[in-house]
């Protein structure tokens, strides 16, 4: 279980370092690849390739009774280790692309850039090895709070790669986006670890997120241009942009999961209740959203109760292969 944790370390340290990295761009500009917050990101990365790398070859030389997948003929690899591994190693790669691509198209960033969500998905990838990791060990406790609170973290730092999510008529994308894949991750985690309070633990991972993106990268941000003696754009307010693209009503969503849950389980009838649920709880979050920047738009609240029945049903069913002990 050490390594599963190592891997929620690792995601954490990945998702501050991409947070401190977009305050640097909106209140400082253009950077260089070495600075702390690329250096923090990749650091994440490191860490979840090393560790993906040691249990790999620890369960190849003393093998146990865990399942492993066998790789090059030669290695015993947990899956949460070797999606993890290759996430982490394909985010390195992507790094010297990136590299590449601000040496030619300069260092101002933007979220849609290839080697951006290139490296986006490669981290998505490797919070996913973690949550396979916790899975395979959802009978202990403490495997199903990790697995919580990596939903948490995994679900914050997805929101990164929510901003390339195409336009979409007639409603608003990016609040629609968000809300349909909080409610898959919140109905994951219900339906994975089968007991109350582990949604909201994931709800209050995602608002602790929220909280350390919101009071830490901003004045970071400020004493770390004011030690390499660099001025802040004009317009630099303080404010933790990315943190309003996130919204707040996450942990009340996830208690009205909990609630919906435990009346469902007491009927026997939490398979009928799920759909309705993360239809309810999507239109929870995106009210919550939209109240949050100031734009009413009931088409996306009625897009989200519509679309967050299929995105319940999708989480719902996707804990199958995780309890099976993979």
Avoid at 76 to 81: E, R, T, V
């Amino acid at each position: 279980m050490i390594g599963a944790w190592l891997l929620l370390a690792a995601a954490v340290t990945e998702t501050f370092g991409l947070m401190w990295d977009l305050q640097w761009h909106a209140d400082v500009g253009p950077d260089t690849f070495f600075t702390a917050p690329h250096l923090m990101i990749y650091l994440g990365m490191a860490m979840c390739g090393l560790t993906s790398l040691t249990v790999v070859l620890r369960h190849t030389f003393r093998p146990t009774d865990a399942r492993t997948v066998r790789v090059l003929g030669t290695f015993n690899a947990p899956l949460g280790f070797l999606v993890g591994g290759l996430g982490s190693a394909g985010g390195l790669l992507y790094g010297l692309m990136d590299l590449w691509w601000h040496t030619v198209y300069g260092f101002d960033a933007t979220p849609t850039s290839p080697p951006h969500v290139a490296l986006s998905l490669c981290s998505l990838l490797e919070v996913v090895g973690g949550m396979i990791a916790f899975a395979a060990l959802h009978e202990r406790r403490a495997a199903r709070f990790g697995f919580a609170v990596i939903v948490g973290v995994a679900c914050y730092g997805t929101i990164f790669l929510l901003l390339s999510t195409p336009p979409l008529p007639f409603v608003s994308t990016l609040p629609l986006a968000v809300a349909l894949m909080l409610v898959f991750g919140l109905v994951l985690v219900a339906a994975v670890t089968r007991r109350p309070g582990y949604v909201t633990v994931a709800g209050l991972s995602f608002a602790a997120m929220q909280l350390i993106t919101l009071f830490a990268a901003p004045p970071v941000t400020r004493a770390y241009a004011a030690a390499l003696d660099l001025p802040l754009r004009d317009y630099a307010d303080g404010i933790a942009w990315f943190a309003m693209y996130a919204p707040l009503a996450v942990v009340p969503a996830a208690l009205v999961v909990e609630a919906v849950l435990v009346v469902g389980r007491r009927r026997s009838t939490p398979r009928t209740v799920v759909p309705l649920l993360g239809g309810a709880a999507a239109a929870v979050l995106v009210v919550g959203h939209l109240v949050q920047v100031g734009q009413p738009d009931p088409a996306t609240v009625v897009a989200a109760a519509v679309l967050g029945v299929g995105a319940g049903w999708l989480g719902w069913r996707g804990a199958a292969p995780l309890r099976v002990g993979v």
